[in-house]
């Protein structure tokens, strides 16, 4: 079993920064790929960004070039710095683990652990 607790969320004006974090309970070795998904209110679930094999990171294009995704394993963490947020990026921001040696990318679905979200408010 994996938990994850999220932090680091808040409200910040159009044009500003926040840093994610997500802290993973157990070892790397317990868990597979790590992704970021958020949901703004009345729309479904979306993917954000994930780290695959090897630590390749992948980026929805609506957050491309503003958000960068990473890890520290020796701190079980996983970050998600945004920049230049827009009031779009407005949403409960989650992260997610997969089992071990699977890696399930942009498929929230498949995605066996989560988070409780962390608020992300951009204001205009």
């Known amino acids: 079993q994996v938990q994850l607790q999220e932090s680091g969320g808040g409200s910040v004006q159009s044009g500003g920064s926040l840093r994610l974090s997500c802290a993973a309970s157990?070892?790397?070795?317990?868990?597979?790929?790590m992704g970021w998904f958020r949901q703004a209110a009345e729309k479904q679930r979306e993917w954000v960004a994930h780290?695959?094999?090897?630590?390749?990171?992948y980026y929805a294009n609506s957050v491309k070039g503003r958000f960068t995704i990473s890890q520290d394993n020796a701190k079980n963490t996983l970050y998600l710095e945004m920049n230049s947020l827009k009031p779009e990026d407005t949403a409960m921001y989650y992260c997610?683990?997969?089992?071990?040696?699977?890696?399930?990318?942009?498929?929230?679905?498949?995605?066996?652990?989560w988070g409780q979200g962390t608020q992300v408010t951009v204001s205009s």
């Open positions: 997610a683990a997969d089992l071990p040696r699977h890696c399930s990318g942009s498929l929230d679905y498949a995605y066996r652990y």
């Open positions: 157990g070892s790397a070795n317990n868990r597979g790929c």
């Open positions: 780290i695959g094999v090897g630590g390749a990171t």
